[in-house]
């Protein structure tokens, strides 16, 4: 049973453009929410995090939302350049415990056309 | 942020052989976590190498299957044993820092 869900495999952009992943989550104790982004050969590296006290977090050209009762949260990407081609990755964390546990999503293959 | 090595980067193996994989950290850390990727999966935490006492698994994996030591705090190693096709993956060294994990570039298993 999937935990966090990316259901699209692959989105495709144009520069300058706004690109929006999207990300489901099922485990409602899920109460911490991170994106990261892979380039090919490269580990994952983090991009973005956002609470559940908050709805919204921005950095730069990047911004999450985080809808609780949907249980849905999404990245956007404005505006989106050719470097941002990547996999990117939704992950979640249930606070607590001594173990810091991330649940991923599968990815999202993000190109983004010049 | 963490800078972590992990050797090797990729290494073709045989069925029925073992292999150890290294990650090396630039700083101190508590915990170190093994992650692997099946091709098209998504991220799974194989176990938590804690430093001075002995690795949990999560559900699925077991310690004669990969085994992992944690000598010091900034070094552990993870061993897949006894190989199969289905064991080709990326397998992940973390940190955690901060609040999220940061990753090695990993190691791409492929299992003959």
């Known amino acids: 049973d999937q935990q966090v869900k990316q259901n699209s495999p692959s989105l495709s952009v144009q520069e300058g453009r706004i690109s929006i992943l999207n990300c489901d989550y099922t485990?409602?104790?899920?109460?911490?929410f991170l994106w990261y982004k892979k380039y090919p050969a490269e580990g994952p590296t983090f991009l973005i995090s956002i609470s559940s006290i908050k709805d919204k977090n921005e950095d730069g050209r990047f911004t999450v939302f985080l809808n609780k009762s949907a249980k849905h949260l999404s990245l956007h990407i404005v505006p989106s350049q050719p470097g941002d081609s990547a996999v990117y990755f939704c992950a979640a964390s249930a606070s607590g415990g001594s173990n810091y546990k991330l649940t991923f999503g599968k990815g999202t293959l993000l190109t983004v056309n010049p | 942020s963490a800078v972590i090595s992990q050797k090797p980067s990729r290494d073709i193996c045989q069925r029925g052989t073992s292999l150890t994989i290294q990650c090396q950290v630039d700083s101190q850390v508590t915990m170190m976590f093994w992650y692997r990727q099946q091709p098209g999966q998504s991220l799974t935490l194989i176990a938590t190498a804690n430093q001075g006492s002995e690795a949990t698994y999560e559900s699925g994996f077991v310690i004669d299957k990969f085994p992992i030591s944690r000598p010091n705090l900034t070094f552990s190693t993870l061993t897949v044993s006894n190989m199969s096709p289905e064991d080709s993956s990326i397998y992940l060294c973390?940190?955690?820092?901060?609040?999220?994990?940061?990753f090695g570039e990993g190691s791409r298993l492929t299992v003959l």
């Open positions: 485990n409602s104790m899920f109460d911490y």
């Open positions: 973390s940190v955690r820092n901060t609040g999220e994990l940061f």
